[in-house]
């Protein structure tokens, strides 16, 4: 769709028609495919992820719609899992129903147009109607009040997510079965953000060569900063020890760049890497990758 514009941008530049064009219909734009769902009803939502595909429930229609795992953190429940289904047909019974209701609507509609005739009324420009909302299937939930859901952080498989709360509380949980696998207590007003490092100790503090780093060199770590405590700690995934630990003043935050950026010419894979912004003196630098 970018490209087609793209391409209508350089056509009418060519034709020289930005001033005939000001005034025409804006139909010919298209619009972006999406997909929305309401999870509000079931419970409050601070912060959600899309984790993964999932399996169709039973009963339900064989077909190639694609169904969702959606995780959300909120006031009612520390976490919730929900199935997020393409198809807006609920289930087999569902289908079923819809298409008997409309079948029984459309003959209604059809014999009151032959009953009584009217004329035909002035046809008026249709408004777009608003996206109607998909079906959401609840999964499972946490709730341990008055504990409540803050922030929300998922791997780069979307395989793990770390969630906060407001007790102090950092909960590692296993998307794919919906498991508490690890628990930190004592880090209010924390962040998280999941950051890869050099597993082999030699190879990563040999300078004098240049290797070519690939994924498997690497191990994925999870970085807490706690800024109560004014440190930020590396802990290996999934139940592996505590790497690091970095002092940090106050004010610091860590940062995460939606986009890798390679620090290396030599290496062909580039690491998921955590930057630590110093507010008072506006430092950005990057964490250590190598566990020393």
């Given at each position: 769709m970018l490209q087609k514009s793209f391409q209508e941008v350089k056509s009418r530049m060519w034709k020289d028609k930005f001033e005939q064009e000001d005034g025409e219909d804006t139909s010919s734009f298209e619009k972006i495919p999406l997909q929305i769902w309401n999870v509000s009803k079931f419970s409050s939502c601070v912060?959600?992820?899309?984790?993964?595909?999932?399996?169709?429930?039973?009963?339900?229609?064989?077909?190639?719609q694609r169904h969702y795992c959606a995780i959300t953190v909120g006031e009612d429940a520390v976490v919730?899992?929900?199935?997020?289904?393409?198809?807006?047909s609920r289930s087999l019974v569902g289908a079923?129903?819809?298409r008997g209701v409309a079948a029984t609507f459309s003959t209604i509609s059809s014999l009151s147009k032959i009953l009584w005739r009217s004329e035909p009324s002035p046809t008026k420009k249709s408004r777009p109607k608003p996206q109607a909302f998909a079906k959401t299937s609840?999964?499972?939930?946490?709730?341990?009040?008055?504990?409540?859901?803050?922030?929300?952080?998922?791997?780069?498989?979307g395989t793990l997510a770390a969630i906060t709360d407001s007790l102090g509380r950092i909960l590692l949980l296993d998307t794919r079965?919906?498991?508490?696998?690890?628990?930190?207590?004592?880090?209010?007003?924390?962040?998280?953000?999941?950051?890869?490092?050099?597993?082999?100790?030699?190879?990563?503090?040999?300078?004098?060569?240049?290797?070519?780093?690939?994924?498997?060199?690497?191990?994925?770590?999870?970085?807490?900063?706690?800024?109560?405590?004014?440190?930020?700690?590396?802990?290996?995934?999934?139940t592996g020890q505590r790497l690091l630990t970095i002092p940090c003043p106050k004010g610091s935050r860590i940062l995460q760049p939606s986009t890798r950026f390679s620090?290396?010419?030599?290496?062909?894979?580039?690491?998921?890497?955590?930057?630590?912004?110093?507010?008072?003196?506006?430092?950005?630098?990057?964490?250590?990758?190598?566990?020393?």
């Open positions: 912060d959600a992820a899309i984790v993964g595909l999932m399996p169709p429930p039973l009963l339900e229609l064989q077909s190639s919730s899992a929900y199935r997020l289904s393409e198809d807006r079923i129903l819809s609840p999964l499972t939930c946490l709730k341990d009040s008055p504990r409540k859901g803050e922030r929300l952080t998922l791997s780069p498989s079965a919906l498991v508490a696998v690890r628990l930190w207590k004592g880090y209010r007003d924390a962040s998280c953000l999941f950051v890869e490092m050099l597993r082999n100790k030699d190879k990563a503090s040999s300078s004098s060569m240049h290797l070519d780093y690939t994924k498997s060199d690497y191990c994925l770590c999870l970085a807490i900063h706690a800024p109560r405590k004014g440190i930020i700690e590396v802990w290996q995934m999934r620090s290396s010419a030599f290496s062909s894979y580039t690491p998921l890497e955590v930057y630590l912004f110093n507010g008072d003196s506006g430092q950005l630098s990057v964490l250590n990758r190598h566990i020393g």
